[in-house]
C-alpha cells in the first residue's frame, strides 16, 4: 500500500544533542511538510517542500531546519534540542499544493 | 488569515448514543473543510471534507458533516456512536485557492463508554 513512513516513532535525545527524523513517502507527492504536536494541542505547521522549494513558516524557530535529497524523502533536523521541543512529529505529504494531505503515524520526541 | 474554533475539549458520550462535534472557522476567501481524526499515539487520518457542491458530506464509518456558510460551521455528527470512535477529532480549513495550508483547531476528544 502506498504510504508515509516515519521512523523512528519513538526518540529519545539529550538537551542540546542533534537529533533527525526520517519521512519517507511510496506516494510520488511533490509536496512534504513536517508539523510539530504538542500534548493536547493541535499541529502546527513548521515547513513545507514543493518539489525541491523550501517553504519555512513565519515563527518557525532557526533551530530547526529540514532536507529533502530526492521525492521519497524528507528530514527534520533539530540542531539543539530544548525541553520544549519535545513533541509529536507529523509529517505529510500531498500530490500538489491544493491537494489533500496524508499524514504518516508520527515521531514522538523525548528530551531529557 | 483563517482560524478554527472547536468548542469543545472533551465530549463524554455513552455507546450507542449520538454525538456532534461542534466547529466555527473564520476565513475573509473561501475555503476547504476537513475533519480529521486521531487515535492515540497514531497520524492523523482524514475523516471527510468538503471542498464544493452539497453542503451534507458523509464517511464510510457513519459520520457526516454539514458545511453552513452563514454560520460559518462544519459541525460533525454520527447517529450512533460505538466504543471504537473514542479519539481525537481535528478540524481543519485551508484557503480554496493558493496554498494548502491546514489550519487546525484545538482538538475534540471524543470518548465513548460503555
Known amino acids: 500500500d502506498a504510504m508515509v513512513i516515519q521512523n523512528p516513532r519513538y526518540q529519545v535525545t539529550q538537551f542540546g544533542k542533534p537529533v533527525t527524523l526520517s519521512c519517507s513517502q511510496t506516494?510520488?507527492?511533490?509536496?512534504m511538510y513536517w508539523y510539530q504536536q504538542k500534548s493536547s494541542q493541535a499541529p502546527k505547521l513548521l515547513f513545507h517542500y514543493y518539489d525541491k522549494d523550501f517553504n519555512n513558516e513565519a515563527d518557525t524557530p532557526d533551530n530547526f531546519q529540514s532536507r529533502r535529497p530526492n521525492t521519497s524523502f524528507c528530514f527534520l533536523d533539530i540542531r539543539s534540542p530544548g525541553l520544549g521541543d519535545a513533541a509529536m512529529y507529523l509529517c505529510?505529504?500531498?500530490?500538489?499544493?491544493?491537494?489533500?494531505?496524508?499524514f504518516g503515524p508520527g515521531t514522538r520526541l523525548t528530551v531529557l | 488569515a483563517q482560524s478554527v474554533t472547536q468548542l469543545d475539549s472533551q465530549v463524554p458520550v455513552f455507546e450507542e448514543a449520538p454525538v456532534e462535534l461542534r466547529c466555527n472557522y473564520s476565513?475573509?476567501?473561501?475555503?476547504?473543510l476537513f475533519w480529521y481524526v486521531q487515535y492515540p499515539n497514531q497520524g492523523l487520518q482524514l475523516l471527510l471534507k468538503y471542498l464544493s457542491g452539497s453542503t451534507l458530506v458523509e464517511s464510510i464509518n457513519g459520520f457526516e458533516a454539514e458545511f453552513n456558510k452563514s454560520q460559518t460551521s462544519f459541525h460533525l455528527r454520527k447517529p450512533s456512536v460505538h466504543i471504537s470512535d473514542t479519539a481525537e477529532y481535528f478540524c481543519?480549513?485551508?484557503?480554496?485557492?493558493?496554498?494548502?495550508?491546514?489550519?487546525f483547531g484545538a482538538g475534540t476528544r471524543l470518548a465513548v463508554h460503555p
Open positions: 505529510a505529504t500531498s500530490r500538489d499544493r491544493l491537494g489533500e494531505q496524508f
Open positions: 481543519a480549513v485551508t484557503p480554496s485557492r493558493g496554498y494548502n495550508k491546514l489550519i
Open positions: 506516494l510520488n507527492h511533490n509536496v
Open positions: 476565513s475573509s476567501v473561501s475555503v476547504y
